[in-house]
């Protein structure tokens, strides 16, 4: 059975912005008809830029997880948790559901995104033919992820709410959670910057 014509080999490009379906001009100044958004038939330099995007990430990730990210005070003890001794912390006290979330918020979901795009990069790269549509369907699943970094907010709201019933005296955020709020919005960015295109396309049409 023959393979199904792409987009390129029928004259087409795709609007990133309105998704309108154009004719390809190419032409570096061509823009959609719609929205007025330039045309490009791949994110220039994906490869490039996700992969600086990434190992930045990780860069911010390892202090993220080093440096102390909160500091809880409860009935005068004083301590300063990174986010595992902060998770090993609110299930000690009595919270084993603020530490679950705490745990997947910091720790599962950026490490998932680091290997997932690091994998989709890597494969899409070297050209591989191998579980085409099991990786869009990782790529989908990164994106989808990447909504729930907004559960670092939520966790916040819990801790306010936790000091306020008198769980804790005081809860202060140290300068860890401002590398990991880096280490999020880098990945999300990241997640974006990737065309999962190139997927399908292989090394030859990066640009």
């Known amino acids: 059975m023959s393979q199904l014509p792409r987009a390129s080999d029928l004259g087409l490009v795709g ?3 309105c998704r309108l379906v154009c004719r390809d ?3 570096e100044d061509a823009t959609c008809p719609r929205c007025g958004s330039a045309l490009h038939r791949r994110k220039a330099n994906s490869y490039a ?3 600086a995007l990434l190992i930045a990430a990780f860069f911010f990730y390892v202090p993220a997880n080093l440096l102390p990210i909160m500091r809880t005070v409860s009935l005068g003890d004083v301590d300063d948790n990174t986010i595992m001794s902060g998770i090993i912390e609110l ?3 009595g919270s084993p559901d603020l530490a679950v979330i705490v ?3 910091s720790i599962i979901v950026p490490m998932l995104k680091f290997v997932a795009l690091a994998l989709l990069l890597v494969s899409s790269q070297q050209g591989s033919r191998w579980g085409l549509r099991q990786r869009s369907k990782l790529y989908r699943l990164v994106e989808f992820i990447g909504y729930w970094s907004m559960l670092d907010v939520f966790v916040v ?3 306010t709410a936790l000091v306020q019933f008198g769980f804790f005296s005081q809860v202060e955020p140290l300068p860890g959670v401002v590398f990991f709020g880096l280490t999020v919005v880098i990945t999300m960015i990241a997640s974006m910057t ?3 295109r190139l997927i ?3 090394r030859d049409f990066d640009d």
Request: net charge positive; glycine share 4%; aromatic share 20%.
């Open 15 to 17: 609007c990133h912005v």
């Open 25 to 27: 001009v190419k032409s």
């Open 49 to 51: 830029r996700t992969w």
């Open 91 to 93: 299930w000690v006290k």
């Open 103 to 105: 745990f997947t918020a």
């Open 157 to 159: 709201a819990l801790l």
């Open 194 to 196: 990737f065309d999962p």
């Open 200 to 202: 399908w396309d292989g």
